[in-house]
């Protein structure tokens, strides 16, 4: 014989003690043992609690309070309370340090991309000026200066639009590697460019590696990340993306009196460049990303589930006879086979303007893209130019001055980061779109 219980929820409020009571049923089956009853057709004008054994009902004392309508089967096992109570889930067990290098090498691929923009500000400052550019042809028009600046951003267009086609064929390891090589290329010509032909070329081959990686660290992070800190750290990676800003705004700062200090400026980031590629190197791929490719036909699926179990036990630190990646692996074969069990293809793009994604791509790519037309990426870009204009004539002044604009980003997107599941995505999203329309039109 079992016993369930149902609660129905508490009053609310005292006035309304006379319009819905609080109620509990327990009923007990030998035929029956889990019995549903709707606790609304229970309701009575007073809070009682029933018994109800075949077809005879007991009163019983009043027993607690619930915030909502519970379940509760006396005896069951563990299976069934989990049957019972949809909200109990198991959580992965995992080790913190097998989690942060998978984490930090392709972050660095945000921080990379944040580093250009805060370089960029005191570059410009550097390389236009007749005593500090080292150049003969420091005297740039501003469609030059703009193309200089923009060229990343061309890269990174470009490198997306290519990167869609091929992303699932190369994985995400193998699209992260190739992008610190873009990064250290362009970095690397940067440095050394002997004339403004061949700075934007690099400034281009640099934003390539922006597109690249700005695509591939957030699905590699979700892919091999414990579910439960899965958007703790994409969050983080944005927080990386801020991290690179000021460090850019920081080393300009530090160059600015260098003759050719643009040439540090852009230079420094080869080193972290090289640091992200051998990071990936050293990394397994994603073990999702090895199923897909074995559920959509690319060669032996058994061949890919034992790559994917191997990958996962290296992510985690694991030893080889590890039961619980291959639980693990299985859970994620049951889940890719039920959204792409029935696919023929790997999709196209037209399948994110048709259906339900279409919503969710004009939600989405309507904040980018009303946020990039407001502006105020390109405060951060000519942040030292916009100080010079402003009052600071002196170049050394205008880039220590950047540093307190980065430092001001960074502190008020830690703080988005912690707080936005307390707060909330909308209110966030309205007081930092507020913000940014006052100060914009202060400027």
């Known amino acids: 014989m079992a016993l369930l219980c149902v609660c129905t929820p508490p009053l609310l409020s005292p006035k309304l003690r006379n319009k819905r009571s609080q109620t509990h049923v327990c009923i007990a089956n030998k035929s029956n043992p889990v019995t549903a009853i709707n606790p609304r057709t229970l309701l009575s004008s007073q809070s009682r609690s029933l018994l109800i054994i075949g077809d005879k009902r007991f009163r019983m004392p009043f027993l607690r309070l619930a915030a909502k309508p519970n379940l509760m089967k006396v005896g069951a096992s563990s299976e069934e309370a989990k049957s019972l109570n949809p909200e109990t889930t198991e959580q992965e067990v995992f080790a913190w340090s097998s989690v942060i290098l998978p984490f930090v090498f392709p972050a660095l691929g945000g921080l990379l991309f944040g580093y250009d923009i805060g370089a960029t500000s005191g570059a410009t400052l550097s390389l236009q000026s007749p005593e500090l550019s080292g150049t003969n042809w420091f005297n740039l028009s501003a469609v030059q200066l703009g193309l200089v600046v923009s060229g990343s951003l061309y890269g990174a267009l470009l490198g997306s639009l290519i990167v869609y086609p091929i992303a699932d064929f190369l994985g995400r390891r193998r699209e992260l590697i190739i992008a610190s090589l873009l990064y250290l290329t362009g970095a690397s010509l940067t440095a050394y460019s002997p004339g403004l032909g061949v700075l934007l070329i690099a400034r281009l081959l640099y934003g390539l590696g ?81 199923l897909l490719r074995g559920i959509q036909g690319k060669g032996p699926f058994h061949e890919y589930k034992e790559k994917a179990i191997l990958a996962l036990r290296k ?57 990039q037309i407001t502006g105020q990426p390109s405060v951060l870009y000519y942040a030292g130019s916009i100080l010079q204009t402003a009052g600071f004539a002196a170049a050394a002044d205008a880039a220590k001055l950047s540093v307190v604009i980065g430092v001001f980003k960074l502190l008020m997107t830690g703080v988005a980061v912690l707080k936005v599941d307390d707060l909330g995505r909308r209110p966030l999203l309205i007081g930092g779109v507020g913000g940014l329309v006052r100060n914009l039109t202060s400027l």
């Open 210 to 290: 922006i597109g690249m990686a700005m695509h591939g660290a957030p699905l590699y992070i979700a892919e091999t990340c414990p579910s439960q800190i899965r958007g703790t750290l994409i969050s983080l990676k944005e927080l990386f993306i801020v991290l690179g800003i000021l460090l850019g705004y920081f080393v300009g700062s530090f160059e600015i009196n260098a003759v050719g200090g643009w040439r540090y400026m852009y230079g420094a980031s080869a080193p972290i460049a090289l640091v992200m590629g051998l990071g990936m190197l050293s990394l397994p791929p994603s073990p999702r990303w090895l």
């Open 315 to 371: 992510l985690r630190g694991r030893s080889s006879d590890d039961k619980a990646s291959e639980k693990q692996i299985e859970e994620t074969i049951d889940s890719l086979k039920t959204a792409y069990g029935d696919q023929d293809s790997e999709g196209s793009i037209l399948e994110v303007i048709q259906g339900p994604s279409l919503k969710a791509f004009i939600i989405g790519g309507g904040l980018v893209l009303f946020q």
